[in-house]
């Protein structure tokens, strides 16, 4: 298996002679799990480099097909896929999210117009801690007045490590504990994701443009990923909804969309998968 450290020497040796190639060096703020960020070369595209990046600090990926250079998306559908670019590769993929340099490699070798997914809920490292997403869709009718009337209350969300969707909606990525449960809906256009996965920065959208880290907000360029606020554990929890409807809520939060659940489907896959799968490390 190639080690973040042989690449780095590498990297160094290729620099220090006349006809090294050029490669871009990049470093994140410390995190829980954080280990050295690959060495990235320019011939890789951008979902790949961010789905090494995200790696690199121990957290799961998994393949997600893309858009095509058609503009359509790269599974069996095309210009059908009611998902396009945002599905898994195949089913029961998310299962087998890894941080393994070789096997990122080889799926974006195989295929280098996959987009990624970044998985969520799962405890990382024997850390207590697990990543989750709050999904803001500001550019749905409504836009972000949930949002508003919760910061105005709560106060406002803790500056995070935070991606600008294709569509122009905003990823916000916090660290919680792995012992709660939360339900998803903190409001209109707000989703708490937790169970599943969201794509991954770099990858592209069905419109044209990619998930890109917001610029002031950049895991990469010096954001750390904030501990998720304790008022939205106090109000979104399990137990905090049980109390309040003084009834029974499904564990963690509500079911997730089709082409999520087709990530999580245990042992099942699309004809002729494009990697063996390999047990995340």
């Known amino acids: 298996m190639t080690e973040f450290s042989d690449i780095v020497d590498e990297a160094v040796a290729a620099q220090n002679s006349e006809t090294s190639p050029t490669f871009l060096i990049t470093t994140a703020q410390p995190a829980p799990y954080a280990v050295a960020v690959p060495i990235i070369t320019e011939s890789r595209s951008a979902a790949h480099i961010g789905a090494l990046q995200m790696a690199s600090l121990g957290i799961p990926v998994f393949p997600l097909h893309g858009i095509t ?37 080889r799926w ?7 987009n990624y997914g970044v998985q969520l809920g799962r405890e990382l490292h024997g850390s207590g801690k697990m990543l989750v997403v709050i999904d803001v869709d500001g550019y749905k009718p409504g836009g972000s007045d949930a949002l508003d009337a919760l910061e105005a209350m709560h106060g406002r969300l803790p500056d995070t490590a935070e991606v600008i969707s294709g569509a122009g909606g ?9 012992s709660l449960s939360f339900t998803d809906d903190m409001g209109k256009n707000i989703d708490l994701k937790v169970n599943g996965y969201v794509v991954g920065p770099g990858s592209l959208h069905i419109c044209g443009f990619r998930y890109e880290w917001e610029a002031s907000s950049d895991l990469f360029n010096g954001q750390k990923i904030e501990d998720l606020p304790e008022w939205i554990a106090v109000h979104f929890s399990k137990a905090a909804k049980q109390a309040q409807s003084q009834g029974e809520i499904a564990h963690s939060v509500s079911p997730m969309p089709a082409y999520e659940l087709a990530g999580s489907a245990d042992g099942a896959t699309f004809p002729q998968p494009i990697v063996r799968h390999v047990p995340h490390r």
């Open 170 to 178: 905003r990823h916000c990525y916090y660290w919680a504990d792995k």
């Open 108 to 114: 974006f070798h195989q295929v280098p117009t996959l």
């Open 69 to 105: 250079p058609q503009g359509h998306c790269g599974c069996r559908l095309a210009d059908q896929c009611k998902y396009s670019g945002k599905h898994p590769h195949h089913l029961g993929s998310m299962n087998y999210a890894t941080t393994d340099v070789d096997q990122i490699n």
